[in-house]
């Protein structure tokens, strides 16, 4: 199985910062990783696909990058409605989820 | 639009077993994949498995190999997740997903709302 390890756990930071989230998979998935926003009691919101594609009506401040085994997901300038846990999750080969990383209020 | 309507909340004993629905609307229901992901109180997001809506065709995680079964009712655009041999650990939120793709398992673009189910004696 392919696991997916992200980096930090969590994230303190202010609005209008720039924030990257990194996401490492335990071999090669090309570029089949998404990224997802999730906020409590809530599910999961597409942000990018195939790594660094934006899904329609996502602000254009995400932006992800990476192939092979190492992934990033960075918001140009951190704004309120940002802060929220990130996933990152692999479709090479059936799939799997990041542990997740929570961006809080510093 | 396009919306995934689960089914209510559950409480189940341990050994038991519960079966999710989720309703499509606003689309073709058998152009598009859906995929089952659960996520435990506190925890990351878990991919159960993903169901062809087209032909009936299924694909589990190792981890609920032999425990899970996802099935479909066309005719209702309705897609089922059943978990049998329940224990405490599966007490989670379940969500069903809408491939981005079509008929193909990448990765879920509309989500239902979540069904809690919980495991306790």
């Known amino acids: 199985d392919i696991q997916m390890t992200q980096s930090p756990s969590t994230l303190s930071a202010s609005v209008g910062d720039r924030v990257t989230i990194t996401c490492r998979a335990s071999?090669?998935?090309?570029?089949?990783l998404a990224w997802y926003q999730q906020k409590p009691g809530k599910a999961p919101k597409l942000l990018i696909y195939?790594?660094?594609r934006l899904e329609t009506g996502v602000p254009s401040r995400f932006s992800g990058s990476g192939s092979g085994t190492e992934f990033t997901l960075t918001i140009s300038s951190l704004q309120p409605d940002d802060f929220a846990t990130y996933y990152c999750q692999q479709y090479n080969s059936y799939s799997a989820f990041g542990q997740g990383t929570k961006v809080e209020i510093k | 639009q396009v919306q995934l309507v689960q089914s209510g909340a559950e409480v189940k004993k341990p050994g038991a077993s519960v079966k999710v629905s989720c309703k499509a609307s606003g689309y073709t229901f058998t152009n598009y994949a859906i995929h089952w992901v659960r996520q435990a109180p506190g925890q990351r997001l878990e991919w159960m498995g993903w169901?062809?809506?087209?032909?009936?065709?299924?694909e589990y995680s190792q981890e609920f190999q032999g425990r899970v079964t996802i099935t479909r009712d066309t005719s209702a655009s309705t897609a089922y997740m059943e978990l049998s041999s329940l224990r405490s650990e599966d007490t989670a939120v379940y969500y069903c997903?809408?491939?981005?793709?079509?008929?193909?398992?990448?990765?879920?673009?509309?989500w239902g709302q979540g069904t809690l189910v919980i495991v306790s004696s």
């Open positions: 195939k790594a660094s």
């Open positions: 071999q090669s998935i090309s570029s089949w």
């Open positions: 997903a809408r491939d981005r793709h079509g008929i193909v398992a990448t990765m879920g673009d509309y």
């Open positions: 169901l062809n809506t087209g032909i009936g065709n299924t």
